[in-house]
């Protein structure tokens, strides 16, 4: 059986014809076969007498985690410190360098639409294709393990995200505004000043707010490849099997991420 709708609208069951019968079957049957072959794929190196003692093993690490050992915190304020600068300075950094690739990707602010728009729009796509891991893990090849990889890995991730939807915000403005500025003889940074900037400001602040929180959970890994912050004494504790200082981290991130978040909020509440 299947649903057609008639010429007044409503819906009328209708026998499909034995044509259309062996279709659906062959389509059921393409989606069943497929549905082994990525099972198999996915499955092919599995070890399935792991899968089946995961629950006694995820029980025993739950209970070594426990209970977190709680004097092991005087040695992570630094990491703690570390991150929130990660995430703070590789903000304000990528904001700095996001802000005029936006207006020059943006359509109707760009010099060249021809030249400078796809590069600045190849520009924002390269920085969102790659994940900050991955920059972290380029960054400390070059630079080394520490705080400044972590820095430029996190502005280099953000200069994407907060290009594009600045750019969005940009080529979404009242023109009426602009026209009439234009009219009275101002310059381009008195146009962009006076009748774009004004209309994107709570935009700009709420992507900038956004982002930043999006940068302190990202940061709390970032010392898993070297770039310091809490991954780096997390993975230290992992290293040394040293569970109840895993779980110690793992509710002190938790804590940060919540903390941040509240931030976020209170900050779109008084720019909204």
Not at 10 to 20: F, K, Q, V
Not at 39 to 56: E, H, Q, S
Not at 76 to 82: E, H, N, T, Y
Not at 195 to 210: D, E
Request: overall charge neutral; some cysteine; charged content about 10%.
């Amino acid at each position: 059986m299947a649903i057609v709708i008639g010429s007044d609208g409503a819906r009328h069951w209708t026998l499909l014809t034995p044509g259309e019968q062996r279709w659906r079957w062959f389509g059921w049957l393409v989606l069943a076969a497929l549905t082994v072959f990525c099972w198999r794929i996915m499955t092919a190196d599995t070890i399935w007498a792991f899968v089946a003692d995961a629950p006694t093993q995820a029980a025993d690490i739950f209970g070594r985690m426990l209970p977190p050992r709680w004097s092991y915190i005087d040695q992570l304020w630094g990491a703690i410190w570390d991150t929130i600068n990660i995430a703070t300075l590789g903000t304000l950094i990528a904001i700095g360098l996001a802000t005029p690739l936006a207006f020059l990707a943006a359509r109707n602010t760009t010099p060249s639409v021809l030249f400078l728009r796809p590069v600045a729009l190849f520009a924002i796509v390269a920085s969102r294709s790659i994940n900050a891991l991955i920059w972290g893990l380029l960054l400390v090849a070059v630079l080394g393990p520490g705080v400044l990889a972590g820095i430029f890995a996190i502005a280099l991730r953000s200069i994407g995200f907060i290009g594009k939807l600045l750019y969005e915000a940009i080529e979404e403005i009242d023109e009426t505004q602009v026209e009439a500025i234009r009219a009275t003889g101002a310059g381009q940074m008195q146009v962009i000043g006076y009748g774009i900037w004004p209309q994107i400001l709570p935009a700009f602040a709420t992507i900038c707010v956004f982002r930043w929180d999006i940068n302190i959970r990202e940061s709390t890994v970032l010392g898993l490849v070297g770039a310091g912050g809490l991954g780096l004494a997390l993975e230290g504790s992992l290293n040394t099997l040293a569970w109840p200082q895993v779980s110690l981290i793992l509710l002190i991130i938790l804590v940060t991420v919540i903390l941040s978040e509240w931030i976020t909020a209170q900050v779109r509440r008084m720019i909204i």
